[in-house]
């Protein structure tokens, strides 16, 4: 039987299409890296910065993991680094620590902003009906 359309969770699947390309951009050589002219380390906080934002705000925006959404990105990017000295041409990679960090500032980012934008968009509970004084 056929699901509707409206019950597919394509949002989810397309994050996981995204963190596959993610997958391969790390494991191709150097050479065939289209975004090679970027600083590595500048590129690993953006990556995972905009991962951060799709897990939060795309493929689970009602999922309240406080720990386990950056925990998981956090631990995806590590799995890229051991990937990263399994194949032939990425082996001996000294920046495996600062790449770990690099991933871990992007993350952090992007939850710090989120908790700062949540402060200021909270409703203010005095403007709501039947709060205020009488």
Same mark, same amino acid.
């Given at each position: 039987?056929? #699901? +509707?359309?409206?019950?597919?969770?394509?949002?989810? =699947? *397309?994050? /996981?299409?995204?963190?596959?390309?993610?997958?391969?951009?790390?494991?191709?050589?150097?050479?065939?890296?289209?975004?090679?002219?970027?600083?590595?380390?500048?590129?690993?906080?953006?990556?995972?910065?905009?991962?951060?934002?799709?897990?939060?705000?795309?493929?689970?925006?009602?999922?309240?993991?406080?720990?386990? #959404? +950056?925990?998981?990105?956090?631990?995806?990017?590590? =799995? *890229?680094? /051991?990937?990263?000295?399994?194949?032939?041409?990425?082996?001996?990679?000294?920046?495996?620590?600062?790449?770990?960090?690099?991933?871990?500032?992007?993350?952090?980012?992007?939850?710090?902003?989120?908790?700062?934008?949540?402060?200021?968009?909270?409703?203010?509970?005095?403007?709501?009906?039947?709060?205020?004084?009488?």
């Amino acid at each position: 039987m056929n #699901k +509707p359309s409206s019950q597919i969770p394509w949002k989810g =699947l *397309l994050f /996981v299409a995204i963190l596959l390309l993610c997958t391969v951009m790390a494991l191709i050589p150097g050479a065939m890296d289209p975004t090679g002219f970027l600083n590595d380390k500048f590129k690993h906080a953006v990556t995972f910065f905009s991962l951060a934002l799709m897990l939060d705000c795309l493929a689970f925006p009602t999922a309240r993991f406080v720990v386990l #959404k +950056p925990l998981g990105l956090f631990m995806f990017g590590i =799995l *890229l680094e /051991v990937l990263q000295n399994h194949v032939g041409y990425r082996q001996g990679n000294t920046g495996d620590l600062t790449d770990i960090l690099s991933n871990l500032i992007g993350i952090s980012g992007y939850f710090l902003m989120a908790a700062v934008v949540r402060y200021f968009l909270r409703p203010d509970p005095e403007a709501l009906p039947g709060t205020g004084e009488v």
